[in-house]
């Protein structure tokens, strides 16, 4: 029983690591476009812009339930199969990058104008911009972002777990729902309580300790 | 060094066009300390921001040293900013760098080797007296100390010209004399053009030789500051260069005279000596003396009372004022 549950969270922590990596990789650049396309920023461009956050918006609206089984074609085209662990990746990744590219957005818009206004004065590229000053002064705002985004993960994962993707939630619905067994249902729950609280105050704790070193 | 030729900047907002500026020319040589002043919204603003192209005027030129800055792009753009260093109102510090970090970045971003950046870092902690700051974040900084900040950064480059966009504005009066007073030795020292945005002309009279008048984006007069203070006032510039007034409640009881003591005069007790050998009576209304550019400039206006008797022996206006104007003192009839 017990490695069932080991083997079910060491899944979901699988699912959860892996998509977030792809996650960030791909949000953060999506949330910087985003930021740095807007009107009056380093590399005004409307056009890309509107078509961008329009995308994005669009991927927004889906419910994760419905994104998940209307990707399967492109789920299969990726990892080949559309069932299982690093199948339920494939989805995860897909919501998780226009949800990370707002939080980065929102947490870039937080630089101040005048700030990146210094930095152009003093000649700096539009790489050395978004490299030298955006990232690093919205940095506690990223980790904090990125902490909210790894948590909505976790509950993302459980429903990829009802499709067949492995993990907690498919313990706990097979186990706790089909078959009655609340003990395993209290257990899947006790696991996610504690992941999601392990998680949020580490990120606190990251984003806080750059914060506190910034006033010392 | 800065040739401007009618600069012009249009902004378009909703349906209103704006002139934010209208034809602006200026001429400012090397080593000046140019003072722009004008209200808020008088357009001074943007032309400090079209001189590093932080924003980009609709029509004009721009030349800095022999360069049309308007017609660089790209590299060349961000080479030539690097050698026009700018101070802010609020500062603009990264709060994520440190003060050595901060007037590191211009340097780290021309790749100097660290060995560089280190020693020119310390000579300018050391320029601006915050070396036990080194390490300190910008948020435990005060104004003051921020701006120094700002003013090491912005000097990292060497740069030819510095461009001062309301730098004391944020700060105390104290203060403001300290960041007045590095910036004035600054320019002494490393031979530095300042062009000085600013809506106070406590500043101008401080550390401007020169100074500009900037009204909804047209430059009202520009010129020597000293000059501009002891030459006749002109009803548009006047509430610039502050304006002796007489109290309203006294009475019109003979002919008016304001007098400037420029060159020095104010020095001199030039009225008691008319009086004496004039036999006349002058009653004073009010007046004052400041010191602009280290040279002592007074302002007085004055009533010349109708006399009574020995009228032979009373000069005319003209006289008087010839008589004056022998001693550097400008006079004006008011009434």
Partial sequence: MNQMLIKATLETLYMVFIATSFTVLFGLPLGTVLVITSKGHILENQALHKTLSYVVNMARSLPFIILMIFIIPFTRLIVGTSIGTNAAIVPLVVAAIPFFARIVESALYEVEGGVVEAAIAMGASEWEIIRQVLIPEALPSLILGTTITIINLIGYSAMAGAVGGGGIGDLAIRYGYHRFRLDIMAETIVILIVLVQLLQSTGNLLANSILKHRKR | ?335
């Avoid at chain 2, 500026?21 to 002043?37: E, M, S, T």
């Avoid at chain 2, 090491?152 to 461009?163: D, Q, T, V, Y």
């Fill in chain 2, 1 to 335: 060094m800065i040739k401007i030729g009618a600069l012009t900047k249009i902004y378009k907002k909703e349906d209103q066009i704006i002139k934010a500026l209208d034809g602006v020319d200026l001429h400012i040589k090397k080593g000046d300390i140019f003072g722009i002043i004008g209200l808020s919204g008088a357009g001074k603003s943007s032309l400090v921001r079209c001189i590093n192209r932080i924003e980009d005027p609709t029509s004009g030129d721009i030349f800095v040293a022999d360069t049309n800055i308007l017609k660089l792009n790209g590299k060349a753009l961000r080479e030539a900013r690097q050698g026009i260093g700018m101070i802010f109102q609020n500062f603009n510090l990264l709060s994520s760098k440190t003060v050595y970090e901060n007037i590191a970045f211009p340097l780290r971003l021309q790749k100097l080797s660290k060995e560089q950046v280190h020693n020119r870092v310390m000579a300018l902690l050391e320029k601006v007296e915050l070396t036990d700051k080194t390490n300190a974040y910008p948020v435990n900084l005060s104004g003051g100390q921020k701006q120094r900040v700002g003013i090491a950064r912005a000097l990292a480059n060497s740069p030819e010209i510095l461009l001062c966009d309301e730098a004391t504005s944020a700060l105390d009066p104290k203060t403001t004399k300290q960041i007045l007073n590095l910036l004035k030795d600054i320019s002494r020292e490393f031979g530095i053009t300042l062009v000085v945005i600013t809506h106070e002309m406590e500043v101008i009279k401080a550390i401007c030789n020169k100074v500009a008048i900037l009204e909804a984006g047209k430059v009202l007069v520009q010129g020597d500051t000293t000059e501009l203070f002891t030459s006749k006032t002109e009803e548009k510039t006047r509430h610039f260069f502050g304006e002796v007034e007489a109290p309203t409640c006294l009475p019109v009881k003979g002919t008016r005279l304001l007098l400037t003591f420029a060159k020095g005069s104010a020095k001199f007790p030039i009225l008691s000596k008319l009086i004496r050998q004039f036999e006349i009576d002058i009653n004073i209304l009010s007046g004052n003396i400041e010191s602009i550019q280290d040279e002592v400039v007074g302002k007085l206006l004055i009533e010349l009372l109708p006399q009574k008797g020995l009228a032979e022996q009373m000069p005319s206006i003209h006289e008087l004022l010839d008589i004056l104007k022998s001693e550097n003192v400008l006079a004006e009839v008011i009434i």
